[in-house]
């Protein structure tokens, strides 16, 4: 389904080659199979809200509607696609005018519909001043992203080690293509982390048979013996970053520096095909965050934005209690 705000031109974005302000092609979270996945599996409606002053100037939103009709996004989607696409060669001043222009518009479209919890926007979108002007509150998260070309020397001392111990195991690294050993090491990393990807075995059937191989690529770290390690699922689109959907680690894999060496092999793959970098999807646990500082990407914040309400404010009160609370000595 589609939906035009005032003014909008005729046309979908979903699978848009148009480039962003990098010379990049739209995130893979905008392609066909990924947003009929997230449709079918969470029970959403996929929209394509597109806005515009002229044929030459356009701001497309990817969004996903509940069954209240409010705006809400899918687990394991990091960010919701919008794509800015302004007059060639336009001044600075006239793309910033532009951009004010078009984002009013949809972030007034976003609240007309509602919104259900946040909404994360990606880090190319520095000026979220349209969504504060319509009544939504803005919060900055983070992420590491690793453009190419790789530099293994920008590795820390921490992730060379750990890879020289897998390969000292005799670990290997592999594309995957049976979803037994993926499914194996999400559970096991869901259950020691007490959290749930929501992917079950038709859930993954289902994203492959829809995304494809050559956009949803999966990839193990297994023994010589053939015990499957670590696996990692990752959303790539030649020419844009890939990004980094899930990942999983059994447990006796957490000592053999599999995670590390796999993830080494899936940056050297991803060069390969085209991508222009990794987006490692998040920085903001703080145990994560150090970890995945260590490949020697560059930490960037994004937006999210949401309706005041009693989420907001009961978010605001955790954040404050755990801001205040006393720090054990």
């Not at 919008?82 to 910033?96: D, L, M, Q, T």
């Not at 519909?113 to 979108?125: D, E, M, N, S």
Request: net charge positive.
């Amino acid at each position: 389904m589609e939906t035009r705000l005032p003014d909008g031109p005729a046309g979908s974005a979903a699978d848009d080659p148009r480039p962003t302000d990098r010379g990049e092609p739209p995130l893979a979270l905008s392609l066909p199979g990924v947003v009929e996945f997230n449709a079918t599996r969470w029970g959403l409606r996929s929209e394509v809200i597109e806005v515009g002053s002229s044929g030459s100037s356009s701001l497309t939103a990817t969004v996903y509607a509940g069954r209240r009709g409010r705006l809400v996004q899918p687990p394991n989607t990091p960010y919701t696609p919008i794509e800015f696409v302004a007059p060639e060669g336009s001044k600075a001043r006239r793309r910033a005018a532009l951009w004010l222009e078009l984002a009013d518009q949809l972030a007034e479209g976003m609240r007309s519909r509602g919104v259900a919890g946040l909404l994360p926007l990606h880090p190319t979108i520095v000026d979220v001043r349209p969504w504060q002007w319509r009544g939504f509150e803005a919060q900055l998260r983070y992420t590491f992203i690793l453009r190419f070309p790789l530099r293994l020397d920008e590795q820390g001392r921490i992730i060379r080690r750990r890879i020289r111990q897998a390969q000292d195991l005799g670990v290997t690294c592999r594309s995957e293509t049976d979803n037994d050993p993926i499914l194996a090491c999400l559970r096991a990393t869901e259950q020691r982390q007490g959290f749930a990807y929501g992917l079950s075995e038709q859930d993954l059937a289902l994203a492959r048979g829809l995304i494809g191989d050559d956009h949803l690529l999966m990839y193990t770290a297994a023994l010589p013996n053939g015990d499957v390690l670590s696996a990692r699922i990752v959303l790539h689109r030649p020419g844009a970053l890939a990004l980094d959907w899930v990942a999983g680690t059994t447990e006796p894999g957490l000592a053999s520096g599999a995670s590390k060496f796999l993830l080494q092999h899936v940056l050297t793959d991803l060069e390969a095909r085209g991508s222009a970098g990794l987006d490692f999807c998040g920085a903001n646990i703080r145990s994560v965050a150090n970890e995945k500082s260590e490949w020697g990407g560059t930490l960037v914040p994004y937006p999210t934005v949401s309706l005041f309400g009693a989420r907001s404010v009961a978010v605001s009160a955790k954040r404050w209690w755990i801001a205040t609370r006393p720090r054990p000595r």
